[in-house]
């Protein structure tokens, strides 16, 4: 059976990739620092729930005292502020989540991962471009797929590969803050602010969770054996 682990498993994207790895039969573990959000993931599937901080070096490592088939960095916050107005604490929070996170979860993964093994990561389209507001997050974004294109390159002899997904605005709470944020930074409705938001996107509209899970679903497979390295825009063609 095949083992998986997610982080953030306890909403939005980390919700689904966790719920189509239950439903297709494989044991799965969750973290996430709420064990009631996790819970509700669950959902009665029979998932193993574990509350770790990412950030935290030492939870971090002792979510790993079994080896894991597929381990997805999902765990992540944003924060908008323009740079100016940016605090170190923000700054150096945003870092230890999306970037420091990625990290330890992906070298406790690897003291144990066997040949065949599958590293994603959940960065952005962030981590592909700027944007305004959000220095902190598209560093931390860059950042992480900076490290998936080191990492490939260093276990691809192991038989390991290490890729990560980068979507647009998808329907999450994070993605209904960010629409929060622009309604009332703008005094726009929330209609109006949503279509701001997703006006960079050719599609023009928000991106789905189960959009997301079939890019991951995709690099897990067997058919993406040869794929190591990549950033996967799931963002309807913005980038
Ligand atoms: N929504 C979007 O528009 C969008 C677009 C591109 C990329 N992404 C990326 O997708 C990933 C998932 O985001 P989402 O949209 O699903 O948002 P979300 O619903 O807010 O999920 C984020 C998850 O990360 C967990 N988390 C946050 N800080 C953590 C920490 N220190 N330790 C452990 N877990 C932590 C949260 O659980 P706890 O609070 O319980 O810890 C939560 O379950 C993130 O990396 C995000 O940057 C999102």
């Not at 029979?46 to 005292?65: H, K, P, T």
């Amino acid at each position: 059976m095949q083992r998986v682990l997610v982080t953030g498993g306890g909403s939005g994207i980390g919700r689904g990739i966790a719920r189509h790895f239950a439903d297709q039969g494989a044991e799965v573990t969750i973290t996430g620092r709420r064990a009631d959000a996790l819970k509700d993931t669950d959902g009665g599937r029979g998932m193993i729930c574990r509350s770790a901080d990412v950030a935290d070096e030492a939870q971090v490592s002792a979510l790993f005292d079994q080896p894991f088939d597929i381990v997805i960095a999902n765990a992540g916050i944003g924060h908008t502020a323009k740079l100016v107005n940016t605090s170190l604490a923000d700054w150096q929070n945003v870092l230890d989540v999306n970037l420091t996170g990625t990290f330890l979860t992906f070298r406790e993964a690897l003291k144990s991962m066997q040949a065949g093994g599958r590293l994603i990561a959940v960065a952005s389209t962030a981590g592909l471009q700027g944007g305004p507001n959000i220095a902190s997050y598209v560093a931390s974004k860059h950042a992480v797929i900076g490290l998936v294109r080191a990492l490939a390159k260093e276990v691809a002899r192991q038989g390991i590969t290490c890729n990560a997904v980068c979507p647009g605005f998808v329907d999450t709470d994070m993605g209904d803050a960010a629409v929060a944020g622009v309604a009332q930074k703008f005094g726009i409705s929330q209609e109006e602010a949503a279509a701001r938001i997703t006006s960079g996107n050719p599609m023009r509209r928000m991106i789905t969770v189960d959009e997301v899970v079939s890019a991951v679903a995709f690099l897990a497979s067997p058919g993406a054996s040869m794929v190591n390295g990549h950033s996967l825009a799931v963002s309807g063609g913005e980038i």
